[in-house]
């Protein structure tokens, strides 16, 4: 037996190297990973951090390999710094197998890929870059509630996300994750290409909470992906697979999020540099009763009674038409973009490029092509596709399609439309017999071309996918998280599935679409339930600094979008915005979802000499005197006891104070915190108005509230004062600004109310 051991770039050694053992091993380590590679069977022990994830992984490719050729390379890219180890692995009359590892520095997964080469050629439907060996058994989740993440391959027929329990067997589409639910850690494996193959992901067990089988497949195809053919053969000197993601987490849900990150590196997002859209669509409403008249009526509607209250966003609402609309003529959909863009909005329309719906094959393909539809079927054994709803799957690379976007992207934007929801693009990619472009082997190579086209067609338009596969991801501004969904709440609790498994898409597109908000003639609580899935599915998480007092609303709303609340009178709602903070949106939970009322919260009871500081569930109405009993009792060098927290609470006189809503804490100061310092002079230092997050003068404020100047205060802008005590806390004289600062407060508030009254 000849092997051939090549190893390339040796200086790099100390960062990442290849170690020869026995003749038959390769240790492939770089970062965080460290691969143990068996030539002779071409399998790895996967290693993270000193730990075995999985052992005996390999690509499942058969026969007798008696060479071997082993190289490194340094690589920078969009992962960062890393070494790519490659094996080739050959054998009489058999084609090569080539496998690459890509490993990068800090990262908590590793890329690979495998591919099929021989100067003959070589075709193939099936690949698979990672598949364990049949005696594997992995249980590295330890014990627990272990679990699967199962992703459907698109958002058509009202399927879903599901977390299974690891038992038996499940196939995943693109991407899936095996985690511990107690411990959140987890395994997350997916595809990051998607130009060429649909990827699946096959986990077995055979005992509950062990991975006894855990495969990554290029080609798949099925009732799954709606295809009737199989995957289309992949032709060439050289096959090879999507490259694939294996991580090892210890939150799966950073996982995910590092998976779609790898994903918007090979095929980044569309951008979108305007606000975030949002308005109308006719579709869940109207359907296909859309009328001319009607969407006049609902631009009027929106101009009078929405858009002056804050119903919009950096000037974006779109009126938009869903199917339908092919029946006015184009004076009337001119004219409808005229009105929306007076009435400040933007019209918006939909398109099915790969969908014919009339399914008469003797019909003219509009466009100009004169090609008849039976000319641009997708055929699967000689016959027409007939897809999800009733459409037929149309060519994406035949020149009437082509044609067909080009012509009807002219036409609306000649006619004023900026935004396109497309729609049935799951048709696209489906198996053919054959396609028109003879270079195009596979549906989702046919799907690319075409999308592309439509990408380069409909440039300047705001693109939203509806129905559609998860990957390819970069031809559209977003994609709607899930199918169409109504009023009832086994509708709203249908979005949210696929938001609470499908979050992390908003990695790989711009936006994620939250669907339509329908609201019908049914109960109170579905038609919120309704609104508040829209409202979470929006949801962006916005790190900002550790910073007193970060968490007040009008800090927020400066800090998240940019926004300056005004003086009172004036609410967040005036600039667009509501605040709600995590107990109230949990409260507004329980009342929509369990018909509980707020009678209880948290309550934090605190203090340096408590003996057990505790925090409390705890009923409304209950005396302050038996939490303090509950945590320990009062300690003897007791100086103080405030309701709230240190900065912003209020010294309590009596401690059978009840707990009510706006009860956060009680905090029990010793005596010597509770002392305070002898008030000095004002020294002129301006600290107090630095520390200010309102831009107040904190020192003039207390000094004219001490005199009685009322009229000088509320010029001053007291009411703005949001009381969080900065002022107080960094004077270096000790002067109780924030107590004559209230004391204003509270005297200007009367005057104001007394002076509307009058009115």
Known sequence: MRRKICVVTLFLVFIGQIVMAGGNTADFKYGKWHLKYTLSTGSAEYIYQGKTVFDKVGTGVSGTYTEYEIGQEEITDGFGTGMCFTVTRSGENLPSVIQRFFLYEGKDYFLTDVALSDEKGVETNYLRPISTEPDTRCDILGKGDNRVLIVPFDNDKWVRYRSSDLRGGVNSFEVSAVYNADTRRGIVIGSVEHDTWKSGVRIESDEPGIISRLELYTGASGEGTRDVLPHGKVKGKTVRSSKTFFGYFEDWRDGMEEFGRACATIAPPLPWNLGTPFGWNSWAKMEFRLSYEKVLEVSDFFKENLQNNNFENNGIVYIGMDAGWAKMSDEQLADIARHCKANGQKAGIYFTPFSDWGKDPEAYINGNSGYKCKDAYLYANGKTQNMVAGGLAMDPTHPAIKERIRETAERFKRLGYEYIKIDFLTHGCAEADYYYDPEVQTGMQAYNKGMAYLLEQMEGMYITMAISPLFPSQYAHSRRIACDAWAGIGDTEYTLNSLTYGWWLNQVYTYNDPDHLLLEPVSDGENRARITSGVITGIEIVPLKVKYPQGGEKQLIDAVIGRQVPAPPAIPINVGAVV???????????????????????????????????????????PMSQLIEAAGGLPEDTGKVIGGGPMMGKALANTEVPICKGSSGVLIMNDKEACRAEPQPCIRCAKCVSACPMGLEPFLLATCSAHGDWERVEHEMIMSCIECGSCQFTCPSHRPMLDYIRLGKGKVGGIIRARNAKK
């Open 580 to 622: 709600q903070n995590v107990g109230t949106a949990y409260a507004v939970y329980e009342a929509v979802q369990k018909n509980k009322p707020l009678f209880e919260r948290i309550v934090t009871v605190t203090g340096k000499s408590l003996k057990n500081p505790s925090n409390f569930l705890t009923r409304m109405g209950t």
